[in-house]
């Protein structure tokens, strides 16, 4: 989505304005107005956009926090009929290069959608009905740290009964600039919290912007959700530089064996090893080095401010008391009051999705 059409959608007075916030940009959005690389001024985003006319404000962690509930249950199945390894689908980058560069690999990834576009899903949805919104009025703008993300927006096959989900895209830099010519300085903005309903996020959701993030999401939930110790975790492993890192997690007879692949400058070469990939459970792979962090909306990325952004994200982990994503108060109620269950018929309905299509046709409008 162009700027200029953002500001039309603004000035529309039939329409209610929904936005969400990636969590790379939570972290990222100050380096444009002064500040420090990693500061988390999302809070003043918040405020910022309603400013602007933005009527609700969600956290797209919240979505990556049900991406990770989505995927332990998918876990199970998989993993009981040995199907390894499973590979992330957040990252609309990794799809667009499996589709084209490894097609047998496409039905190893994961079935839920993007954080991005399960926030969408349930903004039109869940969040319609709970407030008696009707969804034709809502656009739903989703401020991203990836320019991919603008195209990922119109794949046919994230629609739900045809219709888009996430109306456009707005990168970090393209909301700076909206919001300077707003004179809207961030540094005067107040602290406002996310709406309700779909405005609490777990440290692990929040994580999924750097790379290892997504890993670590899920091997938190895994451990929860299996009764195994969160302390096993290797995190020192997981939030490292380096370009492929292994990570094993072990508590008594439970081995559970991950790969995080750091931009896909490095996939190829585990890639094309068909047969260790197989050991492996899970495999996270991030286009961008450092992850969304280092996405091409993003303000300019250097090694040392990639690494302020992801301490920046880790920060804001270790003040939340929330660290897993199943033990969320909303997104407990979202499946009790709407959804059912994880894998159920409304959430593969509303949530899930097949990369079967190339590229050229997906991005198709």
């Known amino acids: 989505m162009r700027p200029d059409l953002f500001k039309q959608v603004l000035s529309d007075k039939n329409k209610i304005i929904i936005a969400q916030i990636a969590p790379a940009v939570q972290v990222s959005i100050g380096e444009l107005f002064g500040y420090e690389p990693g500061t988390p001024l999302?809070?003043?985003l918040i405020f910022a956009l309603k400013k602007l006319g933005v009527k609700y404000v969600f956290d797209t962690s919240f979505g990556a926090d049900i991406c990770v509930v989505e995927e332990s249950k998918e876990f199970e199945s998989r993993i009981k009929q040995g199907e390894f390894p499973i590979i992330?689908?957040?990252?609309?980058?990794?799809?667009?290069?499996?589709?084209?560069?490894?097609?047998?690999?496409?039905?190893?990834?994961?079935?839920?959608?993007?954080?991005?576009?399960?926030?969408?899903?349930l903004i039109k949805s869940y969040f319609a009905e709970k407030m008696n919104i009707l969804p034709d009025n809502i656009f739903s703008i989703a401020i991203m740290p990836c320019v991919i993300k603008k195209a990922e927006a119109l794949r046919p096959e994230l629609r739900v009964k045809g219709k888009l989900m996430v109306d456009g895209v707005i990168t970090t830099?393209?909301?700076?600039?909206?919001?300077?010519?707003?004179?809207?300085?961030?540094?005067?903005?107040?602290?406002?919290?996310?709406?309700?309903?779909?405005?609490?996020?777990?440290?692990?959701?929040?994580?999924?912007?750097?790379?290892g993030g997504v890993g670590e999401a899920a091997l938190r939930n895994y451990a929860y959700i299996n009764n195994l110790p969160l302390e096993k975790i290797d995190k020192k492993n997981l939030r490292g530089e380096e370009g492929i890192r292994?990570?094993?997690?072990?508590?008594?007879?439970?081995?559970?064996?991950?790969?995080v692949i750091n931009s896909l400058r490095n996939a190829s070469i585990l890639l094309n090893d068909k047969e260790k990939l197989k050991k492996y459970h899970f495999v996270e792979i991030m286009a961008c080095l450092g992850g969304c962090v280092g996405?091409?909306?993003?303000?300019?990325?250097?090694?040392?401010?990639?690494?302020?952004?992801?301490?920046?994200?880790?920060?804001?982990?270790?003040?939340?008391?929330?660290?897993v994503p199943s033990q969320n108060p909303e997104i407990q109620k979202l499946y009790e009051n709407y959804l059912g269950s994880p894998m159920s018929r409304k959430a593969k309905q509303l949530l899930h999705t097949g990369f079967e299509e190339t590229c050229v046709d997906c991005y198709q409008n």
């Open 173 to 211: 830099k393209e909301i700076s600039e909206i919001l300077k010519e707003n004179n809207i300085e961030l540094s005067k903005c107040e602290d406002m919290d996310f709406d309700s309903l779909m405005g609490t996020a777990s440290g692990a959701g929040k994580i999924f912007g750097s790379s």
């Open 42 to 44: 999302y809070k003043k």
């Open 88 to 121: 992330n689908s957040c990252c609309p980058g990794t799809v667009s290069f499996l589709e084209h560069a490894y097609p047998d690999l496409v039905g190893n990834m994961a079935t839920v959608k993007s954080p991005m576009e399960v926030t969408g899903a």
């Open 295 to 323: 996405g091409a909306g993003q303000p300019q990325s250097t090694k040392e401010n990639l690494e302020k952004r992801r301490k920046g994200l880790y920060q804001i982990d270790e003040g939340l008391k929330l660290k």
């Open 246 to 259: 292994e990570i094993t997690y072990s508590s008594g007879k439970i081995e559970f064996k991950m790969l």
